[in-house]
């Protein structure tokens, strides 16, 4: 799965533009290697997104095309 796409599926960003907006900007990072809008995203990959002053770090624990808001949360696990 693209991460912008795993990233909106998820709610970790809101919206997929923005996913694809902060890739861009090199905010996003897949197993600390920087992820463009299409790097492909697997279970169990690391996940660093840099929002302003702070970051998320979580991992990967489940891929699924189609989210509600409750299986959004059980796609990852937060680890800072």
Known sequence: MRIDKFLK???LIKRRTLAKDACDQDRVFINDKPAKA?????????????FGYGEIKAR?????????????????EIIT
């Open 38 to 50: 299409g790097s492909d995203v697997k279970v169990g990959d690391v996940i660093l997104i840099r």
């Open 60 to 76: 990967v624990l489940l891929l699924s095309e189609h989210t509600n808001k409750d299986l959004a949360s059980s796609m990852y």
């Open 9 to 11: 599926n998820s709610r």
